[in-house]
Every structure is written in structure tokens, then in C-alpha cells.
């Protein structure tokens, strides 16, 4: 009796799907969004200093609740380009674990707008000129839950190198590797100017934008 043999299943990495247009429009959309409206901000209230004040603290004032409605809007398109490369990349080096990520990103920002930051450096009208030397309930959690967002973007951008690698992308693999070295230091700089935070910060959302852009827009790839 003759059997039909079946050629072995395929060892190479899944092609990747393509995400909803909308899905993927919000992941691309979040970064610029909240540092176009932060950089508007900044440069139309009085008081602000970019050197001296970090974003968050525009969500303080009369005026804060651009800025809440800001981190809020930002954390759901984060949340949304997630789920477009989970889509996308299912089935792939790393599609599972850097999506995870992204999302935990996206919550901080849900949480920051909650949660807001503490008044200080001038900001707003009436506050000490001085940093805040100590922190109130709200201003803990504002500041952890970015610290782990932010850790969490890190970790999926080292993430998806593996895909870019798999997938023999190597400037890309490259470019995400560094990113996190960027945000880092900018970060790490923060103690000599707000700026450097700031640019720490912009540069991982824009990065995210590019990468999201890359993964789940047909065209892009």
C-alpha cells in the first residue's frame, strides 16, 4: 500500500499580516500628536520654560486639561498601533512579547493622564521656583507608571530587532537597538535640563511611529 508523503511544514518566519488601516494609523499618529500639541503648548502659556519644565506638568492649571486629554488620547492610539503589530507579526520573532510591551507603554500614558504631575520650576503661575524636592501621591504614580512605560518601549524596541533581524533588515535592527541608548541618556541628562528629558522621550515616540509605519503599512514594507 503506497502512501502520499507530505513535504515538511515551512522553517522560515510567517510573512507578515497586514494590521486595519485605522489600527495602524493611530500606532503612526500617537507620537507626533502629543509632541506637536505639548511643543503648542509649551511655546502659547505663560510661565512654561522647556529648560526648566517637563510635558507633563501642562496637564496643571486652568488650561491642564488639554494636556490630560492629550496623555489619554495619546495612551489609546499607542494601545491601537499595538494591536496592529500584534496583527501584523504574528507568528514571527517577536511577534508576541513586543506588542505586550507596547501596550504597557500605551497604559502609562493612561495613567499619566490620571495621575497627574506635581507643580514645580515656576509652573504654573504661582508654584515654587524650585524643583519639587518631594512627591505627592498623584506625582509617585505619574512618575513610576511613565518610568516603566518608557522602560517597557525600551524593552520592545530590543524586541523587535530580533524581528528586523529574522528578517534581515539590518538598518532597521540596527536603528532600534539605539534607540533605546538615546531615550536613556536623555533621560539620564535630565538633572542638567528639562530639554534633555524631553528629547529622550520625543525621540522614542517618533521612533515607535517609524517602526509602526514600517510593520504594519503595507507600502512601508
Not at 498623584?138 to 529574522?166: D, N
Not at 528639562?194 to 512601508?220: M, Q
Request: proline share 6%; charged share 10%; hydrophobic share 55%.
Amino acid at each position: 500500500m503506497s502512501q502520499t508523503l507530505k513535504p515538511p511544514a515551512a522553517l522560515s518566519m510567517s510573512p507578515a499580516r497586514p494590521a486595519p488601516r485605522l489600527l495602524s494609523a493611530a500606532g503612526i499618529a500617537a507620537g507626533p500628536l502629543f509632541l506637536a500639541t505639548g511643543l503648542a503648548q509649551g511655546l502659547t502659556r505663560p510661565g512654561f520654560d522647556f529648560t526648566r519644565n517637563a510635558l507633563s506638568q501642562l496637564s496643571l492649571g486652568a488650561l491642564g486639561w488639554i494636556q490630560v486629554t492629550v496623555f489619554l488620547l495619546t495612551g489609546l492610539l499607542v494601545i491601537g498601533g499595538a494591536i496592529a503589530i500584534r496583527q501584523t507579526l504574528r507568528d514571527t520573532p517577536g511577534g508576541t512579547w513586543a506588542p505586550r510591551l507596547l501596550a504597557v507603554f500605551g497604559t502609562s500614558f493612561l495613567l499619566a493622564g490620571v495621575f497627574s504631575a506635581d507643580p514645580g520650576a515656576g509652573f504654573p503661575a504661582g508654584a515654587p521656583e524650585d524643583r519639587a524636592t518631594s512627591l505627592s501621591a498623584h506625582g509617585t504614580v505619574h512618575m513610576l507608571s511613565g518610568a516603566v512605560g518608557y522602560l517597557a518601549l525600551c524593552a520592545a524596541f530590543l524586541v523587535l530587532a530580533r524581528h528586523f533581524a529574522a528578517d534581515r533588515q539590518r538598518g532597521w535592527a540596527l536603528a532600534v537597538r539605539l534607540v533605546p541608548v538615546g531615550v536613556l541618556a536623555g533621560f539620564a541628562a535630565s538633572a542638567t535640563t528639562a530639554a534633555a528629558f524631553t528629547a529622550g522621550a520625543g525621540l522614542g515616540l517618533l521612533a515607535l511611529s517609524a517602526v509602526t509605519a514600517r510593520l504594519a503599512v503595507p507600502k512601508c514594507r
